[in-house]
């Protein structure tokens, strides 16, 4: 399976000369918690809602400050083309909880970790679907309350 495959498209960014709170207010209205930083397709960036906390609100810094005062820089990314185990080796790496996902040097997507989560729960699922099914079926077709076998040391009438 490829980044492609998972990523979140189109990337929700922001030019660098947005203020940090115009940024807040993006990231409110698309229920996110970053925002990339690029222009024309070029990344320079990431602001996350801790980037904001920690560097603009805590300082009391000034909310019409530009983003690029805030953000997070440089970026770990991975490619569109790659396949999710770099993405895996990324996130386990570094720590980060989302990569820019490029195509050659353009800004194309977006992965998250919990996209990752998502992902492996799904299949999770689809694994233990089946199965639970087989389990409970077999089960419910043996003698006795909820499938039990009979107690071979009690006497049956």
Sequence with gaps: MRV???????PI?????????QAARRMDYEAVGCVLVAERGTLHGILTDRDLVVRALAPSADPETPVSAFMSAPVVTVGVADDLEAAYRAFRRTGVRR?????GHRLVGLLAIDDLFLDVLQRLSDLLGPLSFSVLREGSAGPGPAGTPPDPLRSTP
């Design 13 to 21: 960014a922001v030019p660098p000369h947005t203020t940090a709170r």
């Design 99 to 103: 990569l820019p996902v490029l195509d």
């Design 4 to 10: 492609a495959d998972l990523m979140i498209t189109p």
